[in-house]
């Protein structure tokens, strides 16, 4: 299937049911009830698992494939960003034209950061990448003001030109973007008893370019090209010995990365037509190593896993408060809800990233694959206990 093995197409496939059926998945819960606050299928989040799932997969092209780690990957996420937002007050609110000039933009920074950078490796590539990235977040928040608006952002705004479509929508408001007409903010709800789903246009439209760039990320990991970066990964000494220079594979693998995270950005700036410096911070490249380690680096579903675990602890766990605790633990005696939400409090809000530093301590610690190595034990564990029940029922009586 598309030229992929059955594993990998069942893999794809299973993706794609989890993306098209998001909006069910995600609400569990039905409205108004004490546990719909875990529920996670609105627009907003549901289009941030995705797009910073593809932010991820094209992290691990680089990172899980040749073992080079990136402390500056952001830039690129904020050069699609404001690249995109470019597009919007200039030609059109079209997102196509926002997309394609985020992703060559990104590339090209890409190229010329990846070329000086990959003169090194180990921590001292690391470093490299973490200071072109603080210098690009420094350049944009303050030097270059004029032309990425500086700590306020970069904004739309009436008197933009948008040559190629109306300055303004029919309402006299600033206009939204859109696919051929089709807005991203576009949402249909469905009721079912006590359950509320949306659908929405923008969430749906990401989801098919995450689908595309997992498909292409399979390819890369299946291809000889993926073959070389594993060869990097694993000796890059011995492969020199052998008269391969690794350079280019590497800088190619670094240059995709940067179009990947250039394409997570450009969605970003199409659900939310805004561009700002804090999406080049330093912290924005580390969440997406978070990201890739928690999912299991190298492996292909790993990084949408840990992308999609950081972002609904960053969105679910910080909403909740104490008066939310104590409404779930108000049939236990005084003395004892209150311990209770004593002991739980400092654990959410805004102490959510406690939560997420002991999983990822724990996961580090007895999960170095991720959450799919954790998935495939579980996996192996029930195997064998199936394997165990048919051979105690194959076993010929006494």
């Not at 952002?153 to 479509?165: K, V, Y």
Request: proline content about 5%.
């Amino acid at each position: 299937m598309f030229g992929l093995e059955k594993k990998d197409a069942s893999l794809l496939i299973l993706v794609a049911v989890l993306t098209i059926f998001a909006p069910f998945i995600l609400n569990p819960f039905p409205d108004g009830s004490a546990l719909a606050q875990f529920n996670a299928g609105y627009p907003d989040l549901m289009q941030r698992f995705v797009i910073f799932g593809i932010f991820a997969i094209g992290f691990n092209i680089l990172f899980g494939l040749t073992g080079y780690l990136s402390f500056g990957h952001a830039a690129f996420l904020g050069i699609g960003s404001y690249a995109a937002v470019w597009m919007f007050k200039l030609l059109s609110m079209n997102v196509i034209p926002a997309i394609i000039l985020a992703v060559i933009m990104s590339g090209l920074f890409a190229l010329l950061i990846g070329y000086i950078s990959l003169r090194r490796s180990g921590i001292y590539f690391s470093i490299l990448t973490l200071a072109f990235a603080q210098m690009m977040f420094a350049l944009a928040y303050s030097v270059l003001t004029p032309i990425t608006g500086g700590e306020t952002g970069l904004q739309l705004a009436l008197d933009d030109p948008r040559i190629l479509s109306m300055a303004s929508s029919t309402d006299g408001n600033i206009p939204v973007p859109s696919l051929f007409g089709m807005e991203m903010r576009d949402s249909t709800q469905l009721t079912v008893g006590a359950w509320k789903f949306t659908f929405n246009v923008g969430y749906y439209f990401c989801s098919v370019i995450m689908l595309v760039a997992f498909y292409i990320a399979i390819r890369i990991f299946r291809s000889p090209f993926g073959l070389m970066l594993r060869a990097v990964k694993s000796n890059q000494q011995r492969l020199n010995y052998t008269g391969l220079n690794p350079r280019p594979y590497t800088l190619a693998a670094f240059v995709i990365s940067g179009m990947y995270a250039g394409l997570a950005g450009a969605l970003m700036a199409s659900m939310d037509p805004l561009a700002g410096a804090e999406r080049m911070f330093w912290t924005a490249s580390g969440e997406v190593v978070l990201m890739t380690i928690l999912g299991g680096a190298g492996t292909l579903i790993g990084p949408v896993l840990g992308a999609g675990a950081i972002k609904y602890m960053e969105n679910i766990l910080s909403k909740i408060n104490g008066d939310i605790l104590h409404t779930w633990f108000a049939f236990l005696p005084d003395g004892l809800e209150d311990f209770i939400v004593t002991i739980i409090y400092p654990f959410i809000g805004k102490g959510w990233h406690l939560t997420l530093g002991i999983i990822f301590m724990l996961v580090v610690i007895f999960l170095p694959g991720g959450l799919v190595e954790g998935g495939q034990r579980i996996m192996q564990k029930l195997r064998g206990k199936s394997a165990d029940t048919d051979s105690a029922k194959t076993e010929p009586a006494e």
